[in-house]
T-cell receptor
Framework: QKEVEQNSGPLSVPEGAIASLNCTYSDRGSQSFFWYRQYSGKSPELIMSIYSNGDKEDGRFTAQLNKASQYVSLLIRDSQPSDSATYLCAGDSGGYQKVTFGTGTKLQVIP | KAGVTQTPRYLIKTRGQQVTLSCSPISGHRSVSWYQQTPGQGLQFLFEYFSETQRNKGNFPGRFSGRQFSNSRSEMNVSTLELGDSALYLC????????????FGQGTRLTVV
């Protein structure tokens, strides 16, 4: 079982809609979670970090963490074509000094 | 504030050769992690260094090694290159242990022929 799992997509949403990206993790000791955006041919760019249960909002982005259910999600409101990218979910490995990434979900925002 | 700098950006090597990649972290960051990214496997953790000590290593053969210097700059080395080593190699730096926000460099694209 992979430590961090995501659907590979592609997830297609129309412009202006809400895109919902989901991620599950297997290590109950994980405390820190991150969402990265990666455009084709570029390196990952940090969008959000979340450490506590609940929601964390930053502009059009909302990260949600549910430690009991071991899932993390990212909502993108008012999706724009420029949001089209691969979104990587990552979590720490409970103190093992490494961060594990999911394989990413490709998001396509259709104009 | 300068970001994470990786050099070189592109490399072409022949099977059997060795290669050294360099990563300069964001000023003040002491943790450097290295990843290999391929289309099929995604981002795979190679190793993490903090204050010149390797604290964790991913599931890669011993041909992959690294080190960190006192100024936090890090290098990784791959010996006896194989075709399957062709990938984008990324380093990420963070202020404290890697379970804090990490920022990636632009990566080194390695092609083994």
């Amino acid at each position: 079982q992979k430590e961090v799992e995501q659907n590979s997509g592609p997830l297609s949403v129309p412009e202006g809609a809400i895109a919902s990206l989901n991620c599950t993790y297997s290590d109950r000791g994980s405390q820190s979670f991150f969402w990265y955006r990666q455009y084709s041919g570029k390196s990952p760019e940090l969008i959000m970090s979340i450490y506590s249960n609940g929601d964390k909002e930053d502009g059009r982005f909302t990260a949600q963490l549910n430690k009991a259910s071991q899932y993390v999600s990212l909502l993108i409101r008012d999706s724009q074509p420029s949001d089209s990218a691969t979104y990587l979910c990552a979590g720490d490995s409970g103190g093992y000094q490494k961060v594990t990434f999911g394989t990413g979900t490709k998001l396509q925002v259709i104009p | 504030k300068a970001g994470v700098t990786q050099t070189p950006r592109y490399l072409i090597k022949t099977r059997g050769q060795q290669v050294t990649l360099s990563c300069s972290p964001i000023s003040g960051h002491r943790s450097v992690s290295w990843y290999q990214q391929t289309p099929g496997q995604g981002l795979q953790f190679l190793f993490e260094y903090f204050s010149e000590t390797q604290r964790n290593k991913g599931n890669f053969p011993g041909r992959f090694s690294g080190r960190q210097f006192s100024n936090s700059r890090s290098e990784m080395n791959v010996s006896t290159l194989e075709l399957g080593d062709s990938a984008l190699y990324l380093c990420a730096s963070s202020f404290e242990p890697p379970n804090t926000e990490a920022f990636f460099g632009q990566g080194t694209r390695l092609t083994v022929v």
